[in-house]
């Protein structure tokens, strides 16, 4: 056991992975000798050598083709997109490619591969090195999407998403790369893809997030414990498929929601979430669904970005919002 980042247990996740399964490689922008922008891939190139660590062109939808590629000729290619703002560029390869792969080939063949994508805002980035695109890739069938909210959980969701056999799309939350630190087994082991996690018990309203957000979701419900008021936290952790369910059971004992996400609010995962608890647990509200966002806006350069993210004091005002109704 060792008490690791985000970073370091991703890292230890690939190198265990590449020593396992000689089929794996990984490619993308500055992935080999520079380890990554995020240094998530350092010293791989050095152990693995530069066949198995691809250093590519800047060249998106190139590195996501790439990675069909070599996922249709049985490899299991782990393609790195330097920021998600870039994702956009390979979209055509992802979503009409990818996604349709399966269901193209009637379910005769699938893609077993990973696109990691370093994700959201926090550390006052250029423009297109901070959205939460999430939505459109939740949208897309065919694509599963995972997002981690901490060490433990990083490392094992993406041995997970390395050994499902389906296109995965690995958001990792940038702005808790280096920010927080949790134990983390150096032997094997995997969180289950598609099943949410209950990260903290409670019983007067239900605190439902994931990626960054969780952070800001616990300290919130930290806070409304100490007023006396008790937040169940669930982490969502697989965007799609969602676990609904989880979040559904939590609010028939609890009577609240509050949803908390980066992305904009307007067809953000946040209204998903809220028409399925609409659908399946309507008599169980004692108070509307509080959703707490990002605004409908671009996310703004560094001097506006901590307004526009949402932190632990927003999803307070959200939870005191519902449990005074």
Request: proline share 5%.
């Amino acid at each position: 056991m060792a008490k690791l980042n985000l970073v370091s247990a991703l890292n230890m996740a690939l190198d265990q992975e590449m020593a396992r399964q000689s089929r794996m490689l990984i490619l993308g922008e500055d992935v080999g000798r520079e380890g990554g922008v995020f240094r998530v891939t350092d010293g791989l190139q050095k152990k693995y050598g530069a066949d198995r660590v691809v250093d590519t062109p800047l060249a998106e939808s190139a590195i996501v083709g790439a990675a069909l590629g070599l996922a249709a000729g049985g490899m299991l290619p782990v393609a790195e997109i330097q920021f998600e703002g870039f994702l956009h560029v390979a979209m055509d390869q992802l979503c009409n490619q990818i996604g349709r792969y399966r269901s193209r080939s009637r379910g005769r063949y699938q893609l077993g591969l990973v696109i990691r994508v370093p994700w959201g805002g926090g550390i006052h980035a250029p423009e297109h090195h901070s959205e939460s695109p999430e939505a459109l890739l939740a949208h897309t069938p065919g694509l599963t999407v995972v997002q981690p909210s901490n060490p433990y959980e990083a490392k094992g969701l993406l041995l997970s998403a390395l050994r499902l056999g389906e296109p995965v799309v690995f958001c990792e939350p940038k702005r808790i790369y280096r920010a927080i630190k949790a134990e983390v087994p150096e032997a094997d082991y995997t969180v289950p893809i598609g099943k949410a996690s209950v990260a903290r018990k409670g019983k007067d309203l239900t605190i439902v997030a994931w990626g960054a957000m969780m952070r800001e979701a616990l300290e919130a419900a930290e806070e409304l414990q100490a007023a006396g008021a008790s937040a169940e936290v669930i982490d969502l952790r697989t965007l799609s498929p969602m676990d609904s369910e989880t979040v559904v059971e939590s609010v028939r004992k609890t009577g609240r929601l509050v949803i908390a996400h980066e992305a904009p609010r307007t067809l953000g995962l946040g209204a998903e979430i809220a028409a399925r608890v609409s659908e399946e647990a309507l008599t169980s509200l004692l108070a509307p669904i509080e959703r707490v966002t990002g605004f409908d806006t671009v996310m703004p350069l560094s001097q506006l970005e901590d307004y526009y993210l949402p932190d632990h004091r927003r999803v307070l005002a959200g939870a005191r919002k519902a449990l005074a109704t």
